[in-house]
């Protein structure tokens, strides 16, 4: 599910890791991100907050795990975007 607020979206993503590259894949509002490192030593956090940084175009400062740091399934917060353009740019980086 992707939640808009007031300049910002809120959305829940399951993390899978050490994959052969970096991912997004959606099954209706579902966020399922595949990541090539591993969950140690908050490896995989960093990794997610630069995937979607990158992906969107923000600064690393704008995306932030809310919940799940030790988790499979995170609540993510990107801050300076719509939920729509989220989508937009999510679906072209999708390779799936």
Not at 29 to 42: Q, R
Not at 50 to 55: A, V
Request: with cysteine; aromatic share 6%; hydrophobic share 40%.
């Amino acid at each position: 599910m992707i939640n808009q607020g007031s300049g910002y979206i809120v959305f829940d993503a399951k993390v899978l890791t050490r994959k052969r590259r970096n991912n997004i894949i959606f099954s209706g509002e579902d966020v399922l991100v595949e990541l090539k490192s591993a969950p140690a030593g908050d490896m995989a956090n960093r990794e997610l907050v630069r995937y979607f940084s990158d992906m969107l175009s923000l600064p690393q400062k704008c995306i932030s795990i809310l919940r799940g740091r030790s988790s499979r399934n995170k609540v993510i917060k990107a801050e300076g975007i719509t939920r729509e353009k989220f989508l937009e740019l999510a679906i072209k980086n999708t390779s799936r």
